[in-house]
């Protein structure tokens, strides 16, 4: 049927069901630049990655947290809620925990004493061997870096920045009272981002300019995206030369370790973990408690009722009802009383490999670490593009599987393990390893 408000002319004929079907099918990205879901990077750092949504990135360092006494870990734990909680339900944000591995001979390099034929060439050359041997025991050879990216919705980037430098601000400083450094991403170190995350083979180095935007005619997105994308199996995929598998975290376990995160973060493999979180507003998330405690308490009746007709005990209803009920009004109290907000999750993890069989040996690594947590790693079936740009530090999640989790239970997930201390530099001096993590600690004490 043609709509009445279009017209046809003399020789029209209506379309045919399977060209109005191939209109209805969504446009297939042609190159990989295509794939990449954004519209716009600017030079401070904002990014436009759709029509009235603008994001920005924050870097920030480790601090202490896993080697802390037990006080200083509560304090550490409660400022984090505090951080959460500072976010509204306008802001969706994003925390990415990114490894890379980075070339080897570049740490060994660092570390090599230059010989000066001074006749104690034998010792600098005994000292240099025992550095990489201690080396060796650390994962040195993997860069971990940690970001949280923001976005808020708006008509146009003069009317969403200022919004962005307060929300900015308010983070950095939320930062400061943790005692973590924080620093904001410009628009290049943004794009040298995920051009690193698109290219973990190596095989290209991020060059740009952007006075070379305007003479090239080229987008940013031809600077950062890997030789070519291939999502030919529903499980896994290839970027440029590297095999690679995205998956969630189904969190079923009803009590979390606050050790979950720094287990999946202590992998020595290239990887990228991802949390997607939006907080709910707190009106609406005690408005559908209150519901789900009604149609309980609906079904309680009604179990009753049947214990009636039934002529057996009105006190006994299922285990489940009971549980469900008393697990409820819990939430109720806390979300009202405790200082407890309510927020969607989105936990995604990125393992790759350089080959299949090493991609295979990650993921089984990762879902032990899972399972070892009562929580199951699940595979994204044809899902595999979504889960890769979900990954990308854009907070753009198009994974629709959220976890409700409250304040507290998010803030679990805590991003800090240990402050590493790597000074590279003719002048830093060996001071031993890091007792967590075994890495190398090099100090330039000038």
């Known amino acids: 049927m043609i709509p009445f408000w279009k017209k046809t002319g003399k020789h029209s004929k209506p379309q045919s069901a399977q060209k109005r079907r191939q209109k209805a099918k969504p446009a297939v990205s042609r190159t990989a630049q295509q794939s990449i879901p954004m519209q716009r990077m600017f030079e401070d750092g904002t990014c436009r990655v759709k029509p009235n949504y603008y994001t920005r990135t924050i870097q920030y360092q480790d601090i202490n947290y896993q080697l802390a006494q037990q006080e200083d870990k509560t304090a550490i734990f409660e400022e984090w809620c505090s951080f959460l909680n500072f976010f509204d339900s306008s802001i969706k944000f994003e925390l990415s925990f990114v490894n890379m591995a980075t070339d080897s001979t570049e740490f060994e390099k660092s570390i090599r004493i230059p010989f000066q034929k001074d006749g104690f060439d034998d010792v600098r050359a005994e000292y240099s061997q025992m550095l990489r041997q201690q080396l060796a025991k650390g994962n040195n050879g993997l860069t971990k870096t940690k970001f949280i990216t923001f976005g808020v919705e708006g008509e146009s980037m003069a009317q969403v920045k200022p919004r962005l430098d307060h929300i900015q601000n308010d983070l950095l400083n939320n930062f400061h009272r943790l005692g973590v450094q924080a620093k904001p991403l410009n628009g290049a170190q943004r794009l040298k981002l995920m051009h690193d995350m698109f290219n973990m083979d190596g095989a290209s180095k991020f060059h740009f300019d952007w006075k070379d935007l305007v003479k090239s ?83 309680k009746i009604e179990e009753q009722k049947k214990a009636i007709r039934a002529g057996y005990d009105i006190d006994i209803i299922p285990s489940d009802l009971a549980t469900y009920g008393r ?120």
Not at 231 to 256: E, H, P, V
Not at 363 to 370: C, K, P, R, T, W
Not at 417 to 425: C, F, P, W
């Open 327 to 446: 697990d409820a009004k819990a939430l109720l109290k806390e979300l009202q009383s405790q200082n407890e907000r309510m927020f969607l999750v989105t936990f995604l993890v990125l393992n790759t490999g350089r080959t299949e069989q090493e991609l295979e040996n990650n993921v089984f690594q990762a879902s032990s670490i899972a399972q070892k947590h009562n929580c199951n790693l699940c595979r994204l079936d044809y899902q595999q593009e979504q889960g890769l740009m979900s990954s990308l530090p854009l907070a753009d999640c198009q994974i629709e599987i959220q976890r409700g989790l409250t304040t507290s239970s998010t803030a679990i997930f805590i991003p800090f393990t240990t402050q590493e201390l790597y000074q590279s530099g003719k002048e830093s001096l060996y001071y031993g390893l890091n007792a967590l993590s075994n890495n190398l600690i090099m100090v330039d004490r000038k």
């Open 217 to 299: 005619g080229l987008s940013v997105k031809d600077a950062i995206a890997p030789t070519a994308f291939a999502f030919k199996n529903s499980r896994t995929f290839q970027m440029g030369g590297i095999f690679c598998a995205a998956s969630f975290l189904s969190i079923t376990a009803s009590d979390i370790s606050d050790q979950l995160l720094k287990d999946f973060l202590d992998m020595d493999s290239s990887q990228i973990v991802t949390m997607h979180i939006q907080s709910v507003d707190q009106n609406r998330a005690i408005k559908t408690v209150k519901r789900t405690i009604t149609e309980l308490d609906r079904s």
